[in-house]
């Protein structure tokens, strides 16, 4: 995956990290930053992140703005193109 989608996928977290901590949301926020920021750019790294964003759909949905659910189904999916491509 290429430097500058890597780049684009952590400023997409980022802004996710920081509305669940001025949120205090905290179940999100501890799945998450077990995978994030994506700082090898292997493919385990992605599938961390691909896990991560499923769980946080399935365990924490209702802590999630529809904004934010749509964000991660996006990098979901995302990181899941690099795993199984």
Do not use: F
Request: proline share 4%.
């Amino acid at each position: 995956m290429s430097n500058s989608v890597v780049a684009e996928t952590n400023g997409d977290l980022a802004a996710l990290v920081n509305a669940w901590c001025d949120r205090r949301a905290i179940g999100p926020l501890r799945v998450i930053l077990g995978c994030y920021p994506i700082l090898n750019n292997l493919t385990d790294d992605w599938a961390a992140l691909a896990n991560g964003l499923k769980t946080i759909r399935a365990q924490h949905d209702r802590e999630l703005e529809p904004s934010e659910m749509d964000a991660i189904v996006r990098l979901q999916h995302l990181a899941e193109s690099v795993v199984y491509r």
